[in-house]
């Protein structure tokens, strides 16, 4: 069993005392592609007239993943999928990969019918503890559609930055199919306080795969 520091406590804490759903966090596994597949699709690409916070079905068609693609993530190196679990039951995921001094983050989902009560945020913020601490990372980064103007203030409130980066909509990814015209993507980014990058780095702190 691994000994956490009392810094390195302090950093979990409020997490997990967070009424938001999540009971327990840990690193997806081959077993969960079934479950996280459907969870990213219910939360980006619900049917029509389906509740939730937020979704694209009204800008982009199609499915956003499926299950070669998360097998291709979690076979990557420095690449994870995080997941947020409720008795078990799977309810929020994030995909991390290291990308030199950075973290790019993405495929946040929380299942539609807790959106708007705070998991969303937890599981944010849980992804960019494991960035900081496991990958070291500066910066996460992160990718949106630049319509959705209600995602991108969600993500300002959490102190990312517009980096004035716009693209096309990535149509050969195989993430669904624009409905619109000139569907565009923009570039967010969050630089991690010094302070806490140093307080990681001094406490020699590092997450263990089999504890999650």
């Known amino acids: 069993m691994a000994v956490f520091t009392q810094r390195r406590f302090a950093l979990l804490k409020p997490m997990q005392t967070q009424h938001t759903g999540i009971d327990k966090y840990r690193i997806a ?26 979704h694209e079905s009204g800008l982009v068609s199609g499915n956003r993943t499926n299950d070669s693609q998360i097998t291709e993530i979690m076979s990557k190196p420095d690449s994870v999928i995080l997941v947020g679990l409720s008795s078990s039951e799977i309810i929020a995921c994030v995909h991390i990969e290291k990308m030199g ?8 989902a929380v299942s539609p019918a807790l959106q708007g009560v705070g998991t969303g945020k937890q599981m944010l913020a849980h992804a960019e503890m494991y960035a900081s601490v496991n990958f070291g990372s500066e910066k996460c980064v992160i990718v949106v559609v630049s319509s959705r ?3 991108i203030s969600f993500y300002l409130r959490r102190n990312y930055q517009k980096t004035g ?9 195989g993430v669904g199919t624009p409905k619109l015209a000139n569907l ?22 590092k997450y263990q795969r089999r504890m999650w």
Not at 101 to 108: A, D, E, P, V
């Open 29 to 54: 596994n081959k077993s969960d592609i079934e479950a996280i597949v459907k969870l990213v699709n219910r939360a980006y690409r619900p049917a029509s007239g389906a509740s939730g916070w937020t």
């Open 101 to 108: 001094k950075n973290s790019h983050l993405g495929m946040l």
């Open 149 to 151: 103007t209600e995602l």
């Open 165 to 173: 980066v716009l693209k096309d909509y990535p149509l050969s990814a």
């Open 184 to 205: 565009k993507i923009e570039v967010l980014e969050k630089q991690f306080k010094i302070a806490a990058i140093n307080a990681v780095t001094c406490a020699k702190t």
